[in-house]
């Protein structure tokens, strides 16, 4: 085998601005970890890939490591943290946890705020 697996895609993703999303739980309450970045370019890796740039990686680490989330993330293209954000106002039990943009930056962006 030369390391490759015919089922398997293996190819970056579009770029533009992505809306990451993991939806976990801490065992008693649902969590949405949300937040905004843009693609870039990065090396090669395996499967289908994106490599992404945010303006705060400590925040995003402490949101990742501290929170109930593990490994894989839904990338989506398009900036959609305020939906996801809105849309857990009407999901009993899921609990928004945004990263970037902030709740304080949503909320304000839903109220008509710049």
């Not at 976990?24 to 992404?52: F, I, K, N, Q, V």
């Not at 490994?71 to 398009?78: F, L, S």
């Not at 609990?95 to 949503?106: K, L, Q, S």
Request: proline content about 9%; charged content about 25%; glycine content about 10%.
């Amino acid at each position: 085998m030369d390391g490759t697996n015919p089922a398997v895609m293996e190819f970056p993703i579009r770029g533009g601005d992505v809306t990451i999303a993991r939806m976990d739980s801490d065992g008693s309450d649902y969590w949405l970890l949300t937040g905004e970045g843009r693609a870039t370019t990065g090396p090669h890796t395996r499967g289908t890939y994106l490599w992404m740039e945010v303006s705060d990686w400590p925040r995003w680490e402490e949101k990742i490591i501290r929170g109930p989330y593990v490994h894989h993330v839904a990338a989506i293209h398009g900036r959609l943290a305020p939906v996801l954000y809105e849309a857990c106002r009407y999901i009993p039990g899921l609990n928004p946890d945004p990263v970037e943009p902030t709740e304080a930056e949503i909320q304000a962006w839903l109220r008509g705020a710049e």
